[in-house]
């Protein structure tokens, strides 16, 4: 995945850490409102942990990512997939789509959506993956 700032993020790089895969878009209501829990609930409460919350927009350029996180204020890494590369390799449709990656790379959880009965089964799974 190629991210906003010009580097570039493999699932291989990140083996031995567990990640949150998130695909959202700018034009997603519920993508929009699950972004704005991930800062205090997902990537403070991780921080200094062997974890990566690792959000990839769907379908949608640079720019249109680049304008919503200088309208949101959002400064955390995020993925882009314009051609719809990597999401197609998980799911054929719907976002916000999150899947739970262990240190070994399976997929421990997928969830499709948001409601915040599902985000905190999402913020259980990372904290039992970790092994918190």
């Known amino acids: 995945v190629e991210m906003v700032d010009g580097s570039s993020v493999t699932l291989g790089d990140l083996k031995g850490k567990v990640v949150l895969l998130n695909f959202w878009a700018t034009w997603c209501p519920p993508c929009r409102q699950e972004l704005t829990r991930v800062q205090t609930d997902i990537i403070d409460r991780f921080a200094g942990k062997e974890f990566v ?22 400064a955390f890494p995020m993925g882009l997939d314009p051609a719809r590369t990597v999401y197609d390799r998980y799911a054929s449709n719907y976002i916000p789509r999150n899947f739970v990656i262990d240190r070994k790379g399976k997929v421990v959880l997928a969830t499709v959506g948001y409601d915040e009965h599902e985000f905190e089964e999402l913020i259980r799974t990372i904290e039992k993956t970790l092994g918190n």
Request: aromatic share 14%; proline share 5%; net charge positive.
């Open 53 to 74: 919350f690792l959000p990839v927009s769907r379908g949608e350029k640079r720019e249109a990512v680049e304008a919503f996180r200088e309208k949101t204020g959002y």
